[in-house]
């Protein structure tokens, strides 16, 4: 007992120190937790693994990294974007010379460390996702004769490499059998199956319709320009009106629910990631008026499926009253509340409840509260975790929130509410994310083996 009070008491006992930036705001008894964390879980593995305490200060990718962690993908990248040795080392050399750069060099060669800068960051875009040899292993599990599912959530966890996100998820969905010689047959009739549930609900006049649906419709049409409004590409009449189909189809096949409101946004990475089997460039290049009426038809199906497959493991969260929704709040209310006392206090003692910014985070799955070209990354690991994602959700967002505790416990009630309904999260990378993930990854590892640890 005395020797684990002096551990306690010595904050850098056993662990090296983490340089930081003046602009760095650490809190350091959250770090202090998440070190003894680090010396219980000593010598286990975490998938997606970066770092293990907050960093808030500019991340420089290729001094920070491992080698065996590369820095994040880009959404829209593709094979060609796997970066070799050779690169790797120019990238690092040649970052490292930007930062040894004083002020006055950089005013004076603005433009060329800019481009130098733009340089650095398409050669470090080969993160883990698309490093050479996740992508064999990905690749070797794909072109099995059956696909183990198992495997194959091991490797999405920390991120799939974009080219190949279409089939994993459909996989990891259960939309597309593991069984490769069934695959084709299935997705030919799945949609199929898809094509006449449209003919049948949707491509129909009012008069055909109850009023219930013709509402539902109304509803389901006004919240379609409303879905991503920063993303152009979102804002295109041809892909509203595919998102207006597919929602009130579903909805109609699943009156238990019907359609609410942030299922909208549920339907968008599934729109983004098939349509990128057909189109080429960045998302902000993209139009549908490149694609046949069957590739059409054929996107919006997998998206139907997808969309159905992932929300049968949490219909209460949709049905009246979201009780499943509810439920997931108190249990992130009493996790922060066992991490981060301090800010669990302040909260209650400032009024705020954790259904006023917490409701929305659930429904929409943080979509709304992170850049769009993190998400695809951040799903890859939600459809990973299958059946447990409800439960992992929580950890989840008790990280995110958790990225802020310093500036909450200076917040009062009115200024919170502002802040979580407004985060600073628009300049974020994926080592940000990744970090968020990482910490989630920690705790629930904790807690799962002790539940008694989340007991009031």
């Known amino acids: 007992m005395m020797k684990k009070k002096e551990e306690e008491e010595d904050p850098n006992h056993n662990h090296p120190t983490i340089p930081t930036s003046p602009l760095s705001s650490i809190d350091s008894r959250f770090n202090q937790t998440l070190r003894n964390v680090q010396g219980l879980l000593k010598g286990r593995s975490f ?5 293990i305490t907050r960093r808030t200060d500019p991340i420089d990718y290729p001094t920070l990294l491992s080698p065996g962690i590369r820095s994040p993908t880009d959404n829209n990248c593709g094979p060609s974007n796997n970066m070799d040795d050779s690169v790797e080392k120019e990238a690092r050399i040649r970052s490292q010379t930007n930062t040894d750069s004083d002020n006055s060099k950089l005013k004076t060669s603005t433009s060329t460390n800019e481009s130098a800068t733009k340089e650095v960051e398409k050669s470090t875009m080969g993160a883990r ?14 072109s099995a004769p059956a696909v183990i599912l198992d495997k194959l959530r091991e490797l999405a966890w920390s991120g799939v490499p974009p080219y190949l996100r279409p089939s994993v ?11 490769s010689d069934r695959r084709e047959s299935v997705l030919r009739r799945k949609r199929l199956e898809y094509l006449d549930c449209v003919a049948q609900y949707y491509d129909v006049s009012d008069n055909e319709r109850t009023d219930e649906e013709i509402n539902m ?11 991503v409004p920063d993303v152009a ?36 990475p599934f729109l983004v990631v098939f349509l990128s089997e057909h189109l080429e460039d960045g998302l902000d290049k993209w139009s549908m008026l490149n694609l046949s009426v069957e590739d059409i038809s054929n996107i919006e199906a ?7 497959k992932l929300l049968e493991g949490m219909q209460d969260h949709y049905t009246f009253a979201q009780p499943g929704i509810q439920r ?25 409840e954790f259904l006023q910014f917490a409701f929305r985070w659930f429904n929409c799955l943080l979509i709304r509260e992170i850049p769009f070209h ?14 447990a994602l409800p439960d992992f959700l929580v950890y989840i967002f008790a990280s995110f929130l958790l990225t802020w505790s310093d500036k909450l416990l200076k917040l009062d009630f009115q200024e919170m509410v502002m802040f979580l309904q407004h985060l600073p999260t628009q300049n974020w990378t994926y080592m940000e994310l990744e970090v968020v993930l990482s910490r989630a990854y920690m705790w629930h590892s904790m807690f799962e083996s002790c539940p008694s640890h989340l007991a009031s």
Not at 169 to 179: C, E, H, K, Q, T
Not at 234 to 262: D, N
Not at 376 to 381: A, I
């Open 217 to 227: 419709l109304r509803q389901i049409s006004v919240d379609c320009p409303r879905t």
């Open 47 to 51: 998938p997606g693994k970066v770092l």
């Open 374 to 387: 993190l998400i695809n990354r951040l799903w890859d690991t939600y459809l990973a975790e299958g059946d």
């Open 233 to 268: 590409f979102f804002q295109q009449a041809e892909v509203q009106k595919s998102l207006e189909r597919i929602l009130y189809t579903w909805a109609i096949r699943h009156p238990a629910s019907g359609y609410v409101q942030g299922i909208n946004d549920l339907l968008t």
């Open 129 to 142: 996702a698309t490093d050479s040899a996740r992508i064999m292993k990905f690749t070797k599990e794909l």
């Open 328 to 352: 997931l709040v108190f249990k992130l209310k009493e996790l922060v509340r066992r991490i981060d006392e301090p800010v669990s206090r302040h909260m209650e003692e400032q009024g705020l």
């Open 302 to 308: 997998d998206c139907y499926w997808c969309l159905s």
């Open 169 to 179: 998820w459909r996989l990891l969905l259960g939309y597309a059998p593991p069984n």
